[in-house]
T-cell receptor, first 112, second 117 residues
Framework: DAKTTQPNSMESNEEEPVHLPCNHSTISGTDYIHWYRQLPSQGPEYVIHGLTSNVNNRMASLAIAEDRKSSTLILHRATLRDAAVYYCSPDAGGTSYGKLTFGQGTILTVHP | DAGVIQSPRHEVTEMGQEVTLRCKPISGHNSLFWYRQTMMRGLELLIYFNNNVPIDDSGMPEDRFSAKMPNASFSTLKIQPSEPRDSAVYFC???????????????FGPGTRLTVL
């Protein structure tokens, strides 16, 4: 399984952009990169995923490095509700059946 | 859809007792995952099923843990006998897995908080 490295914690002010990095240098060519977040006392929830191209959805943007060894989750305007633990995880295709491997994640604190 | 349903939400038991956690995946999903979350070890994948068949149980900590999926709408995770170190939050997740694709969102349940005294 590909390993991921994320900063333990990050802080942001409300309404400011947040860039959450993830290193996945051992990722294989067919692994998608998934991001999930976990709000306090809840199960993880999907944020975004991508393979090679940058991706946007209503929650966030995902910027993937050209060599795919790293990616950055971008929250364009952080809100207090974005305070959570953010996980990046590769997900191999084929026989992995969507298996995700969660690291320690990044604790995001958003200040009013 | 009600989402992934887990029961019970909280379970307190004594060491040595049998514990059964239950999960109802989202209707139509064909893959189901059991995770365990602790402060020390984070979020760990225990086992996952595809079309009711266990695919990988390498994350199951030991023989005291067992999981079944008798049909597409129900799965159980059993611990017998339970020990204090099994105390954790157990999450169930489901997804619709299409052949060869690795881009399906997993939907997580609210979790079962297990305390073994």
């Amino acid at each position: 399984d590909a390993k991921t490295t994320q900063p333990n914690s990050m802080e942001s002010n409300e309404e400011e952009p947040v860039h959450l990095p993830c290193n996945h240098s051992t990722i294989s060519g067919t692994d998608y990169i998934h991001w999930y977040r976990q709000l306090p006392s809840q199960g993880p929830e999907y944020v975004i995923h991508g393979l090679t191209s940058n991706v946007n959805n209503r929650m966030a943007s995902l910027a993937i490095a050209e060599d795919r060894k790293s990616s950055t989750l971008i929250l364009h305007r952080a809100t207090l509700r974005d305070a959570a633990v953010y996980y990046c995880s590769p997900d191999a295709g084929g026989t992995s059946y969507g298996k995700l491997t969660f690291g320690q994640g990044t604790i995001l604190t958003v200040h009013p | 859809d009600a989402g992934v349903i887990q029961s019970p939400r909280h379970e307190v038991t004594e060491m040595g007792q049998e514990v059964t956690l239950r999960c109802k995946p989202i209707s139509g999903h064909n893959s189901l995952f059991w995770y365990r979350q602790t402060m020390m070890r984070g979020l760990e994948l225990l086992i996952y099923f595809n079309n009711n068949v266990p695919i990988d149980d390498s994350g199951m900590p030991e023989d005291r843990f067992s999981a079944k999926m008798p049909n597409a709408s129900f799965s159980t995770l059993k611990i017998q006998p339970s020990e204090p170190r099994d105390s954790a939050v157990y999450f169930c997740a489901s997804t619709l897995r299409t052949s060869g694709r690795a881009d399906n969102e997993q939907f997580f349940g609210p979790g079962t908080r297990l305390t073994v005294l």
